[in-house]
Nanobody, 124 residues
Framework: QVQLVESGGGLVQPGGSLRLSCTASGFTFDSYTIGWFRQAPGKEREGISCISPSDGSLYYAHSVKDRFTISRDNAKNTVYLQMNSLKPEDTGVYYC?????????????????WGQGTQVTVSS
């Protein structure tokens, strides 16, 4: 069965960094698009980054562009989200999700499988 497991969340001060990992199993990892989403308290879930399997195309939401970097290691079935210069507004639960084909990278309804999420809190 398909399984996605996020890790790497935690409490960090503003300006700090975290690296999230999304480790997958149960499907042909290098053929699937992986997206990162987050949900802040009281807000809707939003797509923040995505990496395609075919040409390695990368997508970033405006709110995280130039601060976050997505990458994938197909040998380890893992996608990473390096988060730098973190801000309090980056606080939320971060989810990875996957689907074989994604037309709109930040449309959560296109993603078939989801991880359980990992909490990121940016606070002094």
């Amino acid at each position: 069965q398909v399984q996605l497991v996020e890790s790497g969340g935690g409490l960090v001060q503003p300006g700090g960094s975290l690296r999230l990992s999304c480790t997958a199993s149960g499907f042909t990892f290098d053929s699937y698009t992986i997206g990162w989403f987050r949900q802040a308290p009281g807000k809707e879930r939003e797509g923040i980054s995505c990496i395609s399997p075919s040409d390695g195309s990368l997508y970033y939401a405006h709110s995280v562009k130039d601060r976050f970097t997505i990458s994938r290691d197909n040998a380890k079935n893992t996608v990473y989200l390096q988060m730098n210069s973190l801000k309090p507004e980056d606080t939320g639960v971060y989810y990875c999700a996957t689907a074989p084909v994604v037309r709109y990278p930040f449309n959560e309804y296109e993603y078939k499988y989801w991880g359980q999420g990992t909490q990121v809190t940016v606070s002094s």
